[in-house]
């Protein structure tokens, strides 16, 4: 069902960044116009900025007083150093703006219609082979405990007239950041093996198709959480068979797992990140009917990546990348 609202004004908090600038990108061209909350106050060409510190409610709320909707996206990398202070850092960036969000909101006389808040597929863990969807619970450990007090953030919010959406987001494959750039330098340095066992699922998704998402949760009779993932997630082992075959490269040596847990441990960082998966699936989504343009990685790959050999990157989609289902 389709919620009516018209084409007005979208607030996006973090959206200076990766996933920000393809949101904004998707939302113009839908005829919205967009303000972004950023701490620098600079935003995505074609966007206003405004500045906010992501704590406390300040001028920038009076950009929610009657816009069509608020966008969350606001949070520290989680592939950082996990020093203490990191992972406060981790913790307070994304659950003290979404507070801060929902105060904003109770503010307004005039209250978004819809508000639209990250969360990740890190609500999860790891969940092995075993698939997952919206109606799973949540992991133990650090990331489940953030994401719990993230989403828990939105849910205590004061808003009752406005929608809210937790957006469950996974391993984002775009140009302009997340780890696709990093892992074609790897690949084409032959370099593509898949890590430790590569059983490990990532719940990949083009970042086109979340940035869809987004705008879809904002005009669709929408509540709750739902997953920002494609619908066929892979292995490990699979993505980095994507990879290698679109740059032409040959079969690589899996990266033992000792290996890559002294990598991580030097990097300060917990091996599940890299080890561990999560088989998430978009069950909401796909049974209200969203449609995804790319639905499997050959898919997402081929409109990716630009300087593949143009004989294998052809052959991809039949016969270099087996879909995990």
């Known amino acids: 069902m389709r919620v009516q609202a018209s084409m007005g004004k979208v607030v996006v908090a973090g959206g200076s960044g990766f996933i920000g600038a393809a949101l904004v990108e998707v939302l113009q061209g839908s005829g919205h116009e967009t303000v972004v909350l950023s701490r620098s106050g600079k935003g995505p060409r074609g966007s206003r900025a405004v500045v906010w510190d992501g704590k406390s409610v300040g001028p920038w709320a009076a950009e929610l007083e009657g816009a069509m909707g608020v966008v969350n996206l606001a949070g520290h990398p989680v ?10 850092k981790i913790r307070s960036s994304r659950v003290e703006t979404t507070r801060a969000i929902g105060e904003a909101i109770a503010s307004c006389q005039t209250p978004p219609t819809a508000w639209v808040n990250a969360s990740a597929v890190g609500y999860y863990g790891d969940t092995g082979a075993a698939e997952v969807s919206e109606a799973s619970p949540a992991a133990m450990g650090f990331l489940g405990d953030v994401c719990r007090q993230w989403e828990a953030a939105v849910d205590s919010a004061v808003a009752p007239n406005t929608r809210k959406v937790k957006v469950r987001i996974g391993f984002v494959l775009g140009r302009g950041g997340g780890a696709l750039p990093l892992l074609s330098t790897v690949t084409k340095a032959f370099l593509g093996g898949p890590l430790g066992s590569g059983r ?13 998402i987004i705008v879809w949760a904002l005009t669709e009779d929408v509540h709750g959480a739902i997953n920002g993932t494609a619908p066929r ?17 040959p ?22 990140v890299v080890l561990g998966g999560t088989r998430a699936v978009p069950a909401i989504p796909l049974g209200l009917g969203f449609q995804f343009e790319f639905e499997t990685l050959a898919q997402a790959l081929a409109d990716l990546i630009d300087d593949a050999p143009r004989a294998w990157s052809e052959s991809v989609p039949d016969q270099w990348v087996t879909e995990s289902r």
């Open 200 to 212: 490990q699922y990532v719940p990949w998704i083009h970042v086109k198709d979340l940035a869809r």
């Open 233 to 249: 997630p892979v292995t490990n082992a699979d993505l980095m068979a994507g990879l290698r075959a679109a740059f032409g490269r």
């Open 251 to 272: 079969p690589v040596p899996a990266a033992p797992e000792p290996l890559v847990r002294l990598m991580l441990q030097a990097q300060g960082l917990p091996a599940d």
């Open 79 to 88: 592939m950082d150093r996990w020093t203490p202070a990191v992972m406060e």
